[in-house]
């Protein structure tokens, strides 16, 4: 059926919603030139309010067609229009009254309320909190700038390392009250052997603490602990705190030693713990044997 008239793509109907010389062939909405029997002359405008009732009258006249009721043509009367636009910008004109901002939001959040068939508390609530609170954070994907050469055909899939959560890459920081050490853990952070040695050492001698995960957050060792005891003891020592060596960041540089696990007296196991699930995240797996094995001596009397 490709011989039918158009108006402006849209296809030529009645007043009953017919296409002439098939009736039975309807069609209302959008996709109609439905004649506005209040504006002679004129076709309906493309409006949610038009297409919504053209649908219901639609159906009615199909049922008519099979004999159950009769035939109405489509009449509605425009009360006006509302349109709601960003943050308290709107336009309305409810009964013809042109109204513009704050006015003509409320009038236009009200009439979708009461034009919604359910759901309006939620709805009216979720309005009222976008409106008072900032913009919510859902997930924001940082990928590091390594795992997105330039020269691939999919710069936009992350490469060997899964995306993380900003939210995940901030927790470790906070934790431990470092700049960025859980993520700059790259393929070039090793094993650092000594310091799991001296880690299995002092966890037989029983030089450790065995608090929950949580507590790391207090007793990890602040910068200021970091630099006194760097001051007093130089690199080699404070080496020995630290699970993971990065190669591309010179030896005697903070940034060099990752993966702390303890205080710099005791073994923390809320430290071995908060380590061991990072190099997991982080996918140093040589790493994370090595936590796991520090935090099985742990948990079994210094075996
Ligand atoms: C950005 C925007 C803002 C608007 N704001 C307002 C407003 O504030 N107030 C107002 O009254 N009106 C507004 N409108 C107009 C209103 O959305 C439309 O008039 C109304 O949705 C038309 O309803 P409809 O059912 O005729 O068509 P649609 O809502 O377009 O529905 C047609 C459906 O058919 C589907 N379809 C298409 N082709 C096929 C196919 N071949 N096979 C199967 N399915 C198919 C489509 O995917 C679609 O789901 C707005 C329109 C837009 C685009």
Redesign the pocket.
């Known amino acids: 059926m490709t011989d039918l008239k158009t108006d402006k793509g849209r296809l030529v109907v009645d007043e009953y919603l017919q296409v002439p010389g098939h009736p039975e062939v309807f069609a209302?909405?959008?996709?109609a030139a439905v004649p506005d029997l209040t504006r002679p002359g004129e076709v309906t405008p493309?409006?949610?309010?038009h297409?919504q009732r053209q649908?219901k009258q639609a159906a009615d006249n199909i049922a008519a067609s099979f004999g159950t009721g009769i035939l109405q043509p489509y009449r509605h009367e425009d009360l006006g229009?509302?349109?709601?636009l960003g943050g308290t910008q709107a336009a309305a004109s409810p009964l013809h009254v042109p109204l513009a901002g704050l006015p003509a939001k409320v009038v236009t959040r009200g009439y979708h309320l009461l034009s919604m068939p359910g759901n309006r508390v939620r709805t009216a609530t979720d309005w009222f909190f976008d409106a008072v609170l900032p913009r919510q954070t859902t997930q924001l994907g940082v990928i590091p700038a390594d795992q997105v050469p330039l020269e691939t055909a999919s710069p936009e899939q992350a490469h060997s390392r899964p995306i993380v959560p900003l939210a995940q890459m901030l927790l470790p920081c906070r934790l431990i009250g470092l700049q960025w050490d859980g993520n700059r853990s790259g393929m070039t952070v090793k094993l650092n052997e000594k310091a799991f040695e001296h880690a299995k050492q002092l966890v037989r001698k029983g030089q450790t603490t065995k608090d929950e995960r949580d507590d790391w957050s207090e007793h990890a060792p602040t910068a200021a602990e970091r630099n006194a005891y760097l001051d007093k003891h130089g690199w080699n020592d404070y080496s020995l705190w630290f699970l993971g060596v990065d190669d591309d960041m010179d030896e005697e540089t903070k940034g060099h030693y990752e993966f702390p696990y303890g205080d710099f007296r005791r073994v923390h196991r809320c430290g071995v713990i908060s380590a061991e699930s990072r190099a997991a995240q982080y996918k140093h797996p040589e790493i994370q044997q090595a936590l796991e094995k520090i935090h099985k001596l742990l948990d079994g009397d210094h075996a």
Do not use: E, N
């Open positions: 209302c909405g959008d996709a493309m409006t949610a309010q297409a649908g229009f509302v349109v709601d």
